[in-house]
């Protein structure tokens, strides 16, 4: 498999993913996740790009605008941290009446969220989403 | 931080409108979406305040066709331009890969240009980068009001203000009413693909 590359542009990092990568990212968010019962799932950067998404079907949502929502809220609710004395806080869930969205961040840059409904369990959720980070970091390499 | 996807031979960059308050950042991606409506797939999102003011941020994003064989999916994205929310500037400022400036011509916002201009660079500088990292436009915008008698900086005057050390592309404009706003935005682009062919591709 070729190996990613990182681009240092005066500072921060560029990412250039190959097909390889995307495609082993995508079946762990299908398997561990859309499999599972999520209604969908995206990787985002920071900056608020999307890197991979994956969805049962049943949600149609606007998942480019989500994106850059859910980066500017989590680095408002990131600073907001900061400013009470916390490094970060661990759990970032929102719950709807039927729909809810978890984000988890994943190394320095990445965000993974999950849209999920009533049927799933908050707990098994964090607990599926820590499994994908990890498999997600490791085909990033970071 | 711009996003190279081969798989599906897609890039995404992050432009972003910067400026004083009340300068029309807001305004030139509204006119963007009008004018662009049946190339945009989605709605224009916006967070605001009850007084029509940007609390967070605008985002407008567009397809604009194949550059090199990459389909190229700009995110267009203002700033809250007042003062007092420079902590959400500098978070809509992350990962920007081209930044539009929009200066008001007023002769009375005079300083706040300079100012925000100079909050800029600081707010650059957080992510370790100046203004010479990142492709930049200037836009003196509200040109217009010129025809209503209403003074405003002539543009050799907001030249020597803002962008006689940049030396950046400039445009004289007018966000409610239309000219040079696309033209500043084909600008940004083409400079920010070019920076980012330079540095990724």
Redesign the interface.
């Known amino acids: 498999m070729k190996k990613h590359y990182k681009?240092v542009?005066?500072?921060?990092?560029?990412?250039?993913?190959?097909?390889e990568q995307?495609?082993a990212i995508e079946d762990v968010l299908e398997r561990d996740l859309v499999e599972l019962g999520v209604r969908s799932v995206f990787l985002i950067?920071?900056?608020?790009?999307?890197?991979a998404n994956k969805g049962n079907g049943e949600g149609r949502h606007?998942i480019?605008?989500l994106a850059?929502?859910a980066a500017?809220n989590f680095?408002?609710v990131s600073?907001m941290a900061k400013l009470i004395g916390e490094e970060e806080f661990s759990l970032l869930f929102h719950r709807g009446r039927e729909e809810s969205i978890h984000f988890s961040k994943l190394a320095d840059?990445f965000l993974l969220i999950t849209i999920f409904g009533k049927a799933l369990s908050l707990g098994f959720l964090r607990l599926k989403v820590a499994e994908a980070t990890g498999k997600i970091a490791a085909i990033l390499e970071c | 931080?711009?996003?190279?996807?081969?798989?599906?031979g897609e890039v995404?960059a992050?432009i972003v409108y910067y400026g004083p308050g009340r300068g029309g950042k807001t305004t030139n991606l509204e006119y963007i979406y009008r004018k662009f409506h049946d190339r945009i797939k989605?709605?224009m999102?916006t967070i605001k305040t009850h007084g029509d003011r940007t609390l967070?941020?605008d985002?407008l994003?567009i397809e604009i066709g194949k550059i090199k064989g990459f389909d190229v999916?700009i995110?267009l994205?203002t700033v809250p331009g007042q003062v007092k929310y420079d902590?959400?500037r500098r978070?809509?400022l992350?990962?920007?890969d081209g930044i539009v400036f929009v200066a008001d011509s007023l002769v009375v916002r005079r300083k706040e240009n300079m100012l925000s201009l100079k909050n800029l660079a600081d707010n650059l500088a957080t992510?370790?980068?100046?203004l010479a990292?990142?492709p930049i436009v200037l836009q003196y915008n509200k040109r217009d009001l010129e025809d209503e008698g209403i003074p405003l900086l002539s543009l050799e005057a907001l030249e020597k203000d803002l962008n006689s050390r940049l030396r950046a592309p400039s445009f004289g404009a007018s966000a409610q009413k239309g000219p040079n706003v696309v033209q500043t935005m084909k600008k940004i682009i083409v400079m920010t693909m070019d920076?980012?062919r330079r540095?990724?591709m």
């Open positions: 681009v542009v005066g500072g921060p990092l560029n990412y250039v993913f190959n097909r995307l495609t950067d920071m900056a608020g790009n999307i890197i606007d480019y605008s850059a929502l500017g680095g408002a600073t840059d | 931080m711009a996003i190279v996807n081969l798989k599906k995404q992050k989605t709605e999102v967070f941020f985002f994003p999916r995110q994205y902590a959400t978070l809509v992350r990962g920007a992510y370790k980068k100046s990292d990142v920076s980012l540095n990724l």
